[in-house]
Each structure stands twice: as structure tokens, then as C-alpha cells.
């Protein structure tokens, strides 16, 4: 038996690639290395952080902005992206027994140069925690972005994504269901239509727009705005999550996650700024922030889903300029699925 574990169940770690000077980040490096000063300090206050860094020059340099070493362990290895969520293992329970599935990853539909990011998985393997654990490389493109788990049978994604001919271009829907339900354990798939919010280069990455907070609760991105270009398809998408039903035939708790005023790049091109890829950890919920008064809104409405959880806001203001947020850039592994990993370190 295969599950694929939600993101509010017990974590072990979580994983980061961190930016470099000669990485997509260059012009605005300072700003972005202090989101991840934060984000890395905060995740380290709850449970064990996974650097992956360049070279022994870039560690130290990492090490100088952290300051402390409390709960980090530090891996190098090359990266195309420091996009992790989508080309970093899904760990999956397969019979009680830890499996890290090593998708294949394509530069979100070609893009982008990948092969770095493709052959990650291999490198983690020879470093704790992930050293021994059992893997299973699947000869199927898919980003961990892209999908969401409640945890029990169900999986929500989207359309333009998961069946965009720029991925699995010889498969139909059935097909591409078979593998979901296959691979991750799950018994039935939730397809939304949706496009990509503004700027974001994943062909709608379910991140973006909807995320289990419980097996029978949502969290989704709205928009009140009927001047702004997503007011129309934002609402065909409440709708249609209007008609979901849980396993149990009963309707879902939809809680609706504003948008931020837009924010744009020196190109005047609308960037991808959301709610929605908030990244849960053990007892607490890291909320992206924006410099905005939605901030607070969307803090507020995650707090009732998460009652049990610290709300932490997290700036994510420049992460945007790089059509990302804080859920992109980082990978949990459950606890569940690393009890080797523990005692290892």
C-alpha cells in the first residue's frame, strides 16, 4: 500500500537550494539571501533544514549570514534552479517503508536548462539523510508543485499543467491518472481548469491556486477585483471547487486567500505574487508576505485553517522576481519516511 503523506503531517526536514551570485538571482542577490536568512532560521527553530550549496566557498558564505549552525546539515551539489519543490524526491510510504520517487524533471516544459536540476536526486542519495533510503526513478515528468495530497486517496492538480503536451506530450488524461494513482498511492484525481496567475511560468502550478489545509478544507486564490485580469477565471475556479466533494461525499471547507495589490518587474511585467504557496512545517504555517495589506487578510483566514500552528508571515516580495514564492523553494520529507535518517545523524 502506497500514501503519499500531507504537508501538516510530522516533518523531519526541509530542503532548500540556496541562491548564488552567478544564479538568476544576481541583481537583487542581498535582498533575496535575507528572505532565506529568515526563512532558514525559522525552519531551523522547528526541525532539521537541508542546505544544498555550490562549494565549500558558498557554505561558508552561508554559514556567515546564519550565523548558527543549529539544525543544518549542508549538501553541494550543482542546480540549475534553486526552484526545489519541483525537481526535488516526493516521498511516498509504500507498505509502511520510506520511497523517495525521483521524477524526471524538464525545465517546466523546457524552458529552461534543467539537466543539473534532473540529476539531483542522484546526488542527495549519497548524502544523510537520504543516503539508504529506498528510491524509485519513474520514467514520468512531474513537478512536486504541480500536485497537492490530503494525505489519504486524493490528489488535486490542474489541467494546464499536468496534461500540457510541453510535458508528457503521448499521454492522455486516463493515462496520466493511472500514474498519479500508481506512483502516489492515491484513488482519485481532482482536476481543476485553470490558467497561470500573471507571470508564473509553470503552466499553472496547483500552488499557485488551491491547497489542502485538512482533508476536507482548501485554501484558495480569489479575487474581488473585477478590473483585474484573474477576477473572471478565479471565480470559474471557485466554482468548480464548489462542486468537489470530499471521499465522504460531503462538500469542501473553502477558505478563499486574497491577492496582493500587483507588483511588477523593472519590465513592467506582472509577477506571480500569492498566498497560496504558504509552506506548513511542524507547529507552524510560514505565510508569504508582500508589503501589503492583504498580508494580514491572508495570515488571518490560514490561522483558522491552522488553529494548531504559529502563523509566521515570510517575505517573499523578492523571491517574486525570479516567478516564485515560498512554497516553490522549498521540499518537506515527512518524519514518517526518514526514521532511518534519524538515527543516522
Not at 542581498?30 to 525552519?43: L, R
Not at 536548462?113 to 540529476?119: G, I, L, M
Given at each position: 500500500?502506497?500514501?503519499?503523506?500531507?504537508?501538516?503531517?510530522?516533518?523531519?526536514?526541509?530542503?532548500?537550494?540556496?541562491?548564488?551570485k552567478?544564479?538568476?538571482?544576481?541583481?537583487?542577490?542581498?535582498?533575496?539571501?535575507?528572505?532565506?536568512?529568515?526563512?532558514a532560521?525559522?525552519?531551523?527553530?522547528?526541525q532539521?533544514?537541508?542546505i544544498v550549496?555550490?562549494?565549500?566557498?558558498?557554505?561558508?558564505h552561508?554559514?556567515?549570514?546564519?550565523?548558527?549552525?543549529?539544525?543544518i546539515?549542508?549538501?553541494q551539489?550543482?542546480?540549475?534552479?534553486i526552484?526545489?519543490?519541483d525537481?526535488?524526491?516526493?516521498t511516498?510510504?509504500?507498505?509502511?517503508q520510506?520511497?523517495?520517487?525521483?521524477?524526471?524533471?524538464?525545465?517546466?516544459?523546457?524552458?529552461?536548462?534543467?539537466?543539473e536540476?534532473?540529476?539531483?536526486?542522484h546526488?542527495?542519495?549519497?548524502?544523510?539523510?537520504?543516503?539508504?533510503?529506498?528510491?524509485?526513478d519513474i520514467?514520468?515528468?512531474?513537478?512536486?508543485?504541480?500536485?497537492?495530497?490530503?494525505?489519504?486517496?486524493?490528489?488535486l492538480?490542474?489541467?494546464?499543467c499536468?496534461?500540457?503536451?510541453?510535458?508528457?506530450?503521448?499521454?492522455?488524461?486516463?493515462?496520466?491518472?493511472?500514474?498519479?494513482?500508481?506512483?502516489?498511492?492515491?484513488?482519485?484525481?481532482?482536476?481543476?481548469?485553470?490558467?497561470?496567475?500573471?507571470?508564473?511560468?509553470?503552466?499553472?502550478?496547483?500552488?499557485?491556486?488551491?491547497r489542502?489545509?485538512?482533508?476536507?478544507?482548501?485554501?484558495?486564490?480569489?479575487?474581488?477585483?473585477?478590473?483585474?485580469?484573474?477576477y473572471?477565471?478565479?471565480?470559474?475556479?471557485?466554482?468548480?471547487?464548489?462542486?468537489?466533494?470530499?471521499?465522504?461525499?460531503?462538500?469542501?471547507?473553502?477558505?478563499?486567500?486574497?491577492?496582493?495589490?500587483?507588483?511588477?518587474?523593472?519590465?513592467?511585467?506582472?509577477?506571480?505574487?500569492?498566498?497560496?504557496?504558504?509552506?506548513?512545517?511542524?507547529?507552524?504555517?510560514?505565510?508569504?508576505a508582500?508589503?501589503?495589506?492583504?498580508?494580514?487578510?491572508?495570515?488571518?483566514?490560514?490561522?483558522?485553517?491552522?488553529?494548531?500552528?504559529?502563523?509566521?508571515?515570510?517575505?517573499?516580495?523578492p523571491?517574486?522576481?525570479?516567478?516564485?514564492?515560498?512554497?516553490?523553494?522549498?521540499?518537506?520529507f515527512?518524519?514518517?519516511?526518514?526514521?532511518?535518517?534519524?538515527?543516522k545523524?
Amino acid at each position: 500500500m502506497i500514501r503519499f503523506p500531507a504537508e501538516w503531517e510530522k516533518q523531519f526536514a526541509v530542503l532548500i537550494a540556496w541562491p548564488h551570485k552567478s544564479g538568476d538571482f544576481t541583481y537583487r542577490l542581498e535582498s533575496v539571501e535575507k528572505t532565506y536568512a529568515f526563512i532558514a532560521k525559522t525552519i531551523t527553530h522547528y526541525q532539521k533544514l537541508v542546505i544544498v550549496c555550490r562549494d565549500d566557498e558558498h557554505q561558508e558564505h552561508i554559514k556567515s549570514l546564519l550565523l548558527d549552525d543549529h539544525n543544518i546539515d549542508y549538501i553541494q551539489a550543482a542546480v540549475n534552479d534553486i526552484w526545489v519543490r519541483d525537481t526535488v524526491f516526493l516521498t511516498v510510504e509504500n507498505n509502511g517503508q520510506p520511497q523517495l520517487l525521483n521524477f524526471r524533471f524538464n525545465g517546466w516544459g523546457n524552458k529552461y536548462p534543467y539537466h543539473e536540476d534532473n540529476a539531483l536526486n542522484h546526488k542527495l542519495l549519497t548524502h544523510s539523510p537520504f543516503k539508504g533510503i529506498n528510491h524509485q526513478d519513474i520514467d514520468f515528468i512531474l513537478e512536486g508543485g504541480s500536485i497537492e495530497s490530503d494525505g489519504v486517496d486524493t490528489i488535486l492538480t490542474t489541467r494546464q499543467c499536468l496534461l500540457n503536451p510541453n510535458r508528457n506530450k503521448d499521454l492522455t488524461q486516463l493515462d496520466i491518472e493511472q500514474q498519479l494513482l500508481q506512483h502516489l498511492g492515491a484513488k482519485r484525481v481532482l482536476w481543476i481548469d485553470q490558467d497561470n496567475l500573471a507571470g508564473d511560468d509553470t503552466n499553472a502550478h496547483i500552488d499557485t491556486l488551491a491547497r489542502f489545509c485538512s482533508p476536507t478544507t482548501i485554501a484558495y486564490t480569489s479575487c474581488d477585483d473585477s478590473n483585474d485580469r484573474h477576477y473572471h477565471s478565479l471565480k470559474r475556479m471557485e466554482a468548480q471547487l464548489e462542486t468537489f466533494r470530499t471521499a465522504t461525499k460531503e462538500p469542501y471547507q473553502l477558505v478563499a486567500l486574497p491577492m496582493p495589490k500587483p507588483i511588477f518587474d523593472e519590465e513592467d511585467q506582472r509577477l506571480p505574487a500569492n498566498y497560496a504557496n504558504f509552506l506548513i512545517i511542524n507547529h507552524a504555517v510560514m505565510v508569504p508576505a508582500y508589503d501589503d495589506p492583504m498580508d494580514a487578510i491572508a495570515a488571518e483566514r490560514l490561522a483558522e485553517c491552522f488553529p494548531n500552528h504559529k502563523i509566521i508571515p515570510t517575505p517573499c516580495r523578492p523571491l517574486v522576481h525570479q516567478y516564485g514564492s515560498l512554497h516553490c523553494m522549498t521540499m518537506q520529507f515527512p518524519e514518517s519516511a526518514f526514521q532511518n535518517g534519524l538515527l543516522k545523524l
